[in-house]
């Protein structure tokens, strides 16, 4: 911190240096060399510098400039384009549509590269690909927009977490998620909700407004990564927000609303068809006869003793009762850009409201985002960027719990009423509460205050040397509020007299950082590009964590009306991180390239023998076709080969983790200490060695461009609690150990396969595939780890991926009971009679054929890791008509649906069930995959870790369908209205796929590392439908 000070003192000293008076205007206007017409919106730009405008509605610029500069003229669609200007003062300007220019500029970490000068791995997804689509957050809009990067929606919650994985899951216990870095800041990404609602995760990315992103760079390989360091084994994405133009100002609106429903609902039992199910499980077990008499009061007198209500005739639909049709979703921004030569500027508001398609959730928030530039001298400049946000969502249990209005609308009894006749609550079965309680009664409300800024200021020593200052912060405030009213059923509300509890939780980071960058030309069309920095960043985290009970009245929900107050805790949990970094790329005659980065970082995180971790990377390019002699090929436009090498890290644990620490504890009913920690001063990163090939083809002037990579990604030093000998007073304590490989291969296609030479109709496909395969290399003195639900339904074991589902493999029913008697299943292993199976149940194969089936029988039977993820786009055009098509897809995954075990469970629980039941076994000679009913299931063929219960999880879903229309030019103008558009889209429209539960794209536990592509009673996604309109002014 220290160091930066001298920096930022001799910075101010810099300040007294005259600034150069630049001494003309240059003017000219910019169309399309198709068929001349004018293109508003150009960023024209003095090469090398932050000296820019933008045309306007007519193409018209306008730019103070010095001597005779390069200025660089591109736009969205078009070639860039270099045009030197000369003496005089109008410079007109033609670009071509549809190739994609060599000269784009990408972001990379701290700068930005040419394309051509790229020799990593990476991936640029712009505004047009995210704008206007109907999500939270901007890693949503992301998925199936990039190859390698893998996003799945946990579930539909709104405002809910997002998986995403760049390369394959890296690790078994640190985090997963790539480092999201705005605007050169860092952001807070993780989930510091204090309450379980079943795992379900808070989304820290919904609290950006996707309106507000220029583009998003996605670094994939250790060469693009590795000045990341210590946090880039798992990728970096670099978001950048939109900044002002110097032109005239501009204003756009843009604003869409709609409706959402679930867009699959499975057909349950009614109450006659469960009724019989449920007669023919006591049958089958002895508790009935055949003619005994079977009503709904029969019914509740055997299960529950009888019924406080008429049951006959009662029919409900409990997810109809909890369903919201047509939940409304809506969007508005407002935003505002403009400035001239020194001073520049954008501002937007943003206002969204998701409700949620089932009751009692929703999301809701407001957002601002100022950004300014200001060039003081040709010197000297500053940039500065806030955004503040408020986000509102009210929160349901749901996701991977039995409890929740989701869970609890499958599985309640049908032959229950949602009230009793005096208007209370039913409670439906034993296990579950009321769904319709769960939805209404319980007040579930998180709020985040979310402030993100940096300051930054850059300036020219030498006309090659830059010093360049940037301070930022991210402060995140969460506040929780849940109550329980005294009319829920059950002892939380009941008996309580109302519950309730409120957590905060402050998370905040500060970020001083210093760099300079040189650049040294050496011999034609040579460079080096050299970059030099440190930073210093810190971190709290303050959590405060109070319940009470017993409340006066529904209309006094606060602690301070609590008549006693059960628990309170508070911690502060501080983290630092100090870094240096370098950076040096080569272009030698514009053919070789050559990249080197280097990072140290020190974080607090790890033991005092592993403080610091060192991470370079090294990667070369060629451009084949700039040598002299490469024969000309008249298709071929460009052809680079890349290849790469470099060390990430991950520091995401906790942050105390290497500490020998003590607890609360006590013996003998008396209070003490306890030993709960062990210390480990050896703890350090998890070390990911990255190697990549690559190869960028162009074709036909760039209207077709291939990306092609393969690498291979291994993580050493693996954090896991390694197990102890238990009179240490402790099972286990942290350590490094283990290693996991991801080998994959990439394919990006982009082609222009019309323009608008042809009648003004124009076509342009995006293609990504992406093949990844995960394996665990190596484990704690080889010993399987096992998981999941009945703590073995999944495995971590060397050779196999992470997500390898365990359990029983079955060999469908035993239709006879002479089929039975053939697999040596009628009697047991000491020849007894074997009641326990019959005709009619389910036939698990006895792997090690010992005549039993015991948990010496698990086995693997498959994994949540796809074959191949990928995206498909489709945008058209045609005068002032667009449609864009995009698709998504994800093939060979497998998932595990445990809460199959109840709602296919014919008897032995009291659950409705999925109407697959009405096609059971029922009598000798039956041929069907549905074993018998039965209430006492001997044969455990409800178990839920069984291939009855995987399924194949590929699907290809129509993500979104656009159409737009814009108004022609003649018509808007006359109303002084710069653009007029107008669409209507339509999210998650069809999905095509085998899978017989609510949504393919699950994770159990919201963003769980190890216990993936799991279903239980997850959340489901809805399909949406919005119109909107953008207008420009």
Known sequence: ????????????????????????????????????????????????????????????????????????????????????????????????????????????????????????ATTQVTAAAIENVPVAGVDQALQGRAAGVQISQNSGTPGGGVTVRVRGSSSISASNQPLYVIDGVPMTTGDYSQLDFGGQSINALS??????????????????????????????????????????????????????????????????DYLQVMREAFINDGYLGEDDPWTATDFGNFYYGGFDFDPEGVDTDWMDQVTVKDARISNYELSASGGDAKTRYYVSGNYFDQKGIIIGSGYERYSGRLNLDHSYSDKLSFSAGVQLSLSENQRIVSDNTVIGPFANSLAASPVF?????????????????????????????????????????????????????????????LSERSYTGDNFPGSVGIATQGSATKT???????????TADYRWDFGTNSYVNLLAGTSAEENDIDRTFVTGQGFPSERFRYLSSATSVNSGS??????????????????????????????????????????????????????????????EVAALSELKLRASYGITGNQEIGDFTFLGLFGAGGYANRPGIAFSQIENPDLKWEETKQFNIGADLGLFSNRVNLAIDYYIKTTDDLLYNRPIPTQNGLRSYSSNIGSVENKGLEFTLSTVNFTSDNKGFTWNTDFNLSFNRNKVLELYQGQDIFY??????????????????????????????????????????????????????????????????????????????????????????????????????????????????????????????????????????????????????ENGNNRSNQDRFIYDGSYARLKNLMLGYTLPGTLTQRAKIRSVRIFAQAQNLITFTDYPGFDPEVNFAGTSNTTIGVDFYTFPQSRTFTFGVNIGL
């Open 417 to 477: 009423p949602v009230y009793y006749e005096d208007g209370t609550y039913t409670y439906p079965n034993y296990f579950y509460t009321n769904p319709v309680a769960e939805g209404r009664e319980n007040d579930n409300e998180s709020k985040n205050l979310r402030a993100i800024g940096n300051i930054s200021a850059r300036y020219t020593i030498l006309p090659k040397l830059n010093l360049n200052l940037k301070a930022g912060a991210d402060v995140l405030n």
């Open 788 to 937: 999941g639900f009945g703590g073995n339904s999944l495995v971590l074991r060397e050779g196999e991926p992470i997500g390898t589902f365990y359990g029983f493999k079955t060999n469908g029913i035993f239709s006879t009971t002479q089929q039975v008697i053939d697999a040596g299943r009628y009697v047991d292993a000491n020849g007894d009679d074997n009641i326990d199976t019959q005709a009619g149940d389910v036939n698990f194969v006895d792997i090690n054929e010992d005549g039993e089936i015991t948990d010496d029988d698990l086995t693997i039977l498959g994994n949540a890791q796809p074959d191949f993820v990928g995206g498909l786009t489709n945008t058209f055009s045609y005068k002032g008509l667009d449609l864009t098509a995009f698709f998504q897809f994800s093939v060979g995954n497998d998932i595990a649906n445990p809460a199959m075990q109840y709602q296919q469970h014919l008897g032995a629980y009291d659950d409705n069930m999925r109407d697959i039941v009405l096609d059971r076994w029922k009598k000798e000679g039956d041929v069907t995959n549905t074993p018998r009913a039965t209430y006492l299931d």
């Open 570 to 631: 508070n911690s502060i949990t501080p983290y630092a991180l100090l870094s240096y970094f370098g950076r040096a790329n080569f272009n030698i005659s514009d053919r070789y390239l050559l990249g080197l980065n280097f990072r140290a970082d020190g974080s607090t995180r790890f033991g005092e023998n592993n403080r610091y971790g060192y991470f370079p990377s090294v990667s070369v390019g060629w451009r084949v076709l700039e040598e002299s002699f490469m024969p």
């Open 1 to 120: 911190m220290k160091r930066l000070l001298l920096i930022l003192l001799v910075f101010i000293n810099m300040l007294s240096f005259s600034a150069m008076a630049q001494d003309r205007t240059i003017s000219g206007r910019v169309t399309s060399s198709a068929d001349g017409s004018a293109l508003p919106g150009v960023s024209v730009v003095v090469k090398g510098t932050t000296n820019g405008t933008s045309t306007d509605a007519d193409g018209r610029y306008t730019l103070s400039v010095s001597g005779t500069p390069v200025l660089v003229f591109s736009y969205l669609g078009f070639n860039t384009r270099e045009v030197t200007a000369g003496s005089g003062s109008n410079l007109d300007v033609t670009l071509a549509e549809g190739s994609r220019s060599l000269n784009e500029v990408v972001v990379i970490g701290y700068g930005t590269q040419e394309r051509r000068e790229v020799t990593g």
């Open 504 to 514: 905060t939780t402050l998370v905040s980071k500060r970020l001083l950082e210093a």
């Open 207 to 272: 609290d950006l407004s996707p309106s507000d992103i220029e583009s998003m760079d996605i670094l994939k390989d250790a060469s693009a990564a590795a000045i990341y360091g210590s946090r880039a084994a798992n990728g970096v994405i670099l978001i950048t927000t939109k900044r002002g133009k110097a032109n005239k100002t501009t204003i756009n609106l843009n604003a869409y609303t709609g409706i959402q429903n679930m867009w699959k609902k499975p057909s349950y039992l009614n109450a006659a």
